[in-house]
Nanobody, 121 residues
């Protein structure tokens, strides 16, 4: 069974930085695209950033230039370095990954449980 566990959320002041991390565990053969999503109260879950196996990244327009996604394939981790945070960045942030495991014949998509990020004075 695969688990994605996020960490690093919390309360931060506007303009401040915060770093989220996510670790995948289980009988993993390979991890393909890794991503961060977020969901604010009353809103749909939205894509924040993705990173492929080759390291190619994509960002939502709302976070370009402020957030950086990175991964450590040896450790099965993905991180999201957030800067210049705004109150509208307040949301639950979810880790997401496409993973091939020993038990599956094809890769499947997995979600973490989320970590709360609150940007406020």
């Amino acid at each position: 069974q695969v688990q994605l566990v996020e960490s690093g959320g919390g309360l931060v002041q506007p303009g401040g930085p915060l770093r989220l991390s996510c670790t995948a565990s289980g009988t993993i053969i390979s991890i393909y695209t890794m991503a961060w999503y977020r969901q604010a109260p009353g809103k749909q879950r939205e894509l924040v950033a993705t990173i492929g196996q080759s390291g190619i990244t994509n960002y939502a327009d709302s976070v370009k230039g402020r957030f950086t996604i990175s991964r450590d394939s040896a450790k099965n981790t993905v991180a999201l370095q957030m800067g210049s945070l705004k109150p509208e960045d307040t949301a639950v942030y979810y880790c997401n990954a496409d993973i091939l495991t020993l038990k599956q014949l094809s890769r499947r998509n997995y979600w973490g449980r989320g970590t709360q990020v609150t940007v406020s004075l």
